[in-house]
Structures are given as C-alpha cells and as structure tokens.
C-alpha cells in the first residue's frame, strides 16, 4: 500500500553519525525541477551513468536541502548549506551514498513499482509469487479385477 503523507513537512535525514540535513518532501515538482536542471542538461550524452547520477544528486540537494547539522568549515566552524557547500557535501562518498539511499531512492522506488519493476523487500524473490502451476496428473481409475 502506498502511503501518502499529506503534510509535506521538511524531514531531517542522518547521512553519517553527526551530520544530518533537513530535506524537502521529494515531490513530483521537485523531481521534475532537478530534470530540467542546467547542471543536468548539462551532462554530456557520452557520460557515465555515475557521471549523471552525480549531477542529479547535486541537482536535487540544492533544491532540497533547507538546513543541516554537523558541517562545518575547514576551521571547525558551524556554516549554512549553499550551492558550493551542498556541492563539497555531496563530494564525501559516504555521504553521497547515504543521500541516495535515504532520499533519493524512496522516490526511484515509487518510480520503478509503476513500471512494475519494484525490487523485492527482501531478497530477490521475497515479494514473488508463483506463475507456473504443476500439470494435472490425468485421474486414475481403479481396475476391478
């Protein structure tokens, strides 16, 4: 069952112990923003799928992050998310990929259950069901001797 979330309120996200950021609800408009992003138009056609899903997660978090916890300077000082910083944020490997997998992949999830290619809850059968179904063995009657 899907559940909708009719607040779309902003959730804090924890991408590694002490960072966290708060994240706009990931929308179809916001979804569809980060698509028609310059960064993302940008990306040259012979470019790597990781090269693109870089610059859709930059893309993204630029329009998504609102505010965060635990990132600083190169002095230790608290600084505010902006372009460059959510940038320089998203050039950390691990925080990349906790982006992806907490944020960005909830929606890719949602995309890939309507195309009805929804990876399974667990494992890679979990959520499949039988199709095939054994062939009848032709009744057999008793012979009376």
Same mark, same amino acid.
């Given at each position: 069952? !899907?559940?909708?979330?009719?607040? /779309? #309120?902003?959730?804090?996200?924890?991408? %590694?112990?002490?960072?966290?950021?708060?994240?706009?609800?990931?929308?179809? %408009? !916001?979804?569809? #923003?980060?698509?028609?992003?310059?960064?993302?138009?940008?990306?040259?056609? =012979?470019? +790597?799928?990781?090269?693109?899903?870089? @610059?859709?997660?930059?893309?993204?978090?630029?329009?998504?992050? !609102? @505010?965060? =916890?635990?990132?600083?300077?190169?002095?230790?000082?608290?600084?505010?998310? +902006?372009? =460059?910083?959510?940038?320089? !944020?998203?050039?950390?490997?691990?925080?990349?990929?906790?982006?992806?997998?907490?944020?960005? +992949?909830?929606?890719?999830?949602? =995309?890939?259950?309507? /195309?009805?290619? %929804?990876? $399974?809850? /667990?494992?890679? +059968? @979990?959520?499949? $069901?039988?199709?095939?179904?054994? #062939?009848?063995?032709? %009744?057999?009657?008793?012979?009376?001797?």
């Amino acid at each position: 069952m !899907l559940t909708l979330d009719l607040t /779309n #309120a902003p959730r804090w996200h924890d991408l %590694a112990p002490g960072v966290r950021v708060q994240l706009r609800p990931l929308t179809t %408009a !916001l979804m569809v #923003a980060t698509r028609s992003d310059p960064a993302v138009e940008a990306v040259p056609e =012979e470019a +790597s799928d990781e090269e693109r899903a870089v @610059a859709f997660a930059k893309a993204l978090a630029r329009r998504a992050v !609102l @505010a965060w =916890e635990g990132i600083g300077d190169a002095d230790g000082k608290p600084i505010d998310p +902006s372009p =460059e910083a959510i940038d320089a !944020l998203l050039d950390v490997w691990p925080i990349f990929e906790a982006f992806q997998l907490t944020y960005v +992949s909830k929606g890719l999830l949602l =995309e890939q259950e309507k /195309n009805a290619s %929804a990876l $399974s809850p /667990n494992g890679p +059968s @979990a959520g499949a $069901s039988a199709t095939a179904k054994p #062939a009848r063995k032709p %009744a057999r009657t008793a012979r009376r001797g």
